[in-house]
């Protein structure tokens, strides 16, 4: 929601509508990566939908400092959201490892 907003608040240049534009795209699919994940049929398919999630993570990353570096927005009006996005990373990248742990584990619960 916090991107919804910013991109609402971008300037009107074409420039940061354009950045702006591949921000909320990227960072919403986010979101929906992840219920993708939770719907899975299998391990495997949880696996690659969250991996897809941090793959937009890093995505809306990129376009956050692309409007830094093109002086659109303050870097101090993101600082919130990028530790936000690293903090969405830790906790899937803890989703994947946990589950790829699970899969080496027979149904004893002993590792193979």
């Given at each position: 929601?916090?991107?919804?907003?910013?991109?609402?608040?971008?300037?009107?240049i074409t420039?940061?509508?354009?950045?702006?534009?591949?921000?909320?795209?990227?960072?919403?699919?986010?979101?929906?990566?992840?219920?993708?994940?939770?719907?899975?049929?299998?391990?495997?398919?949880?696996?690659?939908?969250?991996?897809?999630?941090?793959?937009?993570?890093?995505?809306?990353?990129?376009?956050?400092?692309?409007?830094?570096?093109?002086?659109?927005?303050?870097?101090?009006?993101?600082?919130?959201?990028?530790?936000?996005?690293?903090?969405?990373?830790?906790?899937?990248?803890?989703?994947?490892?946990?589950?790829?742990?699970?899969?080496?584990?027979?149904?004893?619960?002993?590792?193979?």
């Open positions: 929601m916090r991107v919804i907003r910013l991109y609402s608040a971008l300037p009107k420039e940061a509508q354009v950045i702006g534009k591949q921000l909320l795209r990227s960072a919403t699919s986010v979101g929906a990566h992840f219920r993708e994940a939770t719907r899975g049929r299998s391990k495997a398919e949880f696996i690659s939908k969250i991996e897809g999630g941090l793959q937009k993570l890093e995505e809306s990353k990129y376009w956050m400092e692309l409007l830094v570096d093109a002086d659109i927005i303050p870097q101090q009006r993101l600082n919130g959201l990028m530790a936000e996005a690293d903090e969405l990373m830790a906790i899937l990248i803890t989703c994947v490892k946990n589950t790829r742990m699970k899969q080496l584990k027979p149904e004893g619960g002993k590792e193979i």
